[in-house]
Nanobody, 124 residues
Framework: QVQLVESGGGLVQAGGSLRLSCVAS????????MGWFRQAPGKEREFVAA????????YYADSVKGQFTISRDDAKNTVYLQMNSLKPEDTAIYYCAVKTKSGSYSSLASYDYWGQGTQVTVAS
């Protein structure tokens, strides 16, 4: 069982930045692919970004490429999501998750453990 706790959300003006953090309670954090997803009001949860372990491959949704950056600090069991040039359409609850199954890194079904989410609101 892995517990995830996100933080760093809040209210920001359009064009601003936020950095989200997600701390995992597991001794094997470095072995996991970690992902970020978001869910806007009235919409389905969607993939944002993911980061692998060795080699540190990263994956992004087309909608956030060049705008968001995922990173991780295995010594702190933490994955980050740096969000720049935020837009009102980035408003959502952001979740981190642990990928434990084979399958696409962008598929919710590939992830087993989820945090409680952190709210990001971008004002125009």
């Amino acid at each position: 069982q892995v517990q995830l706790v996100e933080s760093g959300g809040g209210l920001v003006q359009a064009g601003g930045s936020l950095r989200l953090s997600c701390v995992a309670s597991t001794r094997t954090f470095s072995r996991y692919i970690m992902g970020w997803f978001r869910q806007a009001p009235g919409k389905e949860r969607e993939f944002v970004a993911a980061m692998a372990w060795a080699g540190r491959s990263t994956y992004y949704a087309d909608s956030v490429k060049g705008q968001f950056t995922i990173s991780r600090d295995d010594a702190k069991n933490t994955v980050y999501l740096q969000m720049n040039s935020l837009k009102p359409e980035d408003t959502a609850i952001y979740y981190c998750a642990v990928k434990t199954k084979s399958g696409s890194y962008s598929s919710l079904a590939s992830y087993d453990y989820w945090g409680q989410g952190t709210q990001v609101t971008v004002a125009s």
